[in-house]
């Protein structure tokens, strides 16, 4: 199974921005989807970004133009860029990793608070 470690979190201004780091470790093959998820207190988990195996990217219609979601493949590090960041952006944000093959798998990071002050 991925091991996955979050990283770029913190607190910032309306308007400002942030870049969030996904790093994948340990057992890494045949991952399918590489997805950003945020969480906000007493809210559900929402998904925020899918980066698809081929590079492909969808996002949740709030963050569309203002968030973009990438992949640096030969690093195995996936990043959510936030730009014009709102309040409502507030939230803990998860990485989270589908991996296909006979067996799949889905692996989850720790977590990262984003805070952003109006």
């Known amino acids: 199974q991925v091991q996955l470690a979050e990283s770029g979190g913190g607190s910032v201004q309306a308007g400002g921005s942030l870049r969030l780091s996904c790093a994948a470790s340990?057992?890494?093959?045949?991952?399918?989807?590489m997805r950003w998820y945020r969480q906000a207190p007493g809210n559900q988990r929402e998904l925020v970004a899918t980066?698809?195996?081929?590079?492909?990217?969808n996002y949740a219609d709030s963050v569309k133009g203002r968030f973009t979601a990438y992949r640096d493949n030969t690093d195995n590090i996936a990043y959510l860029q936030m730009n014009n960041l709102k309040p409502e952006d507030t939230a803990v944000y998860y990485c989270?990793?589908?991996?296909?093959?006979?067996?799949?798998?889905?692996?989850w990071g720790q977590g990262t608070q984003v805070t952003v002050s109006s």
């Open positions: 989270n990793v589908v991996q296909g093959g006979l067996r799949p798998s889905v692996s």
């Open positions: 340990g057992s890494i093959f045949n991952i399918v989807l």
């Open positions: 980066i698809v195996s081929g590079g492909s990217t």
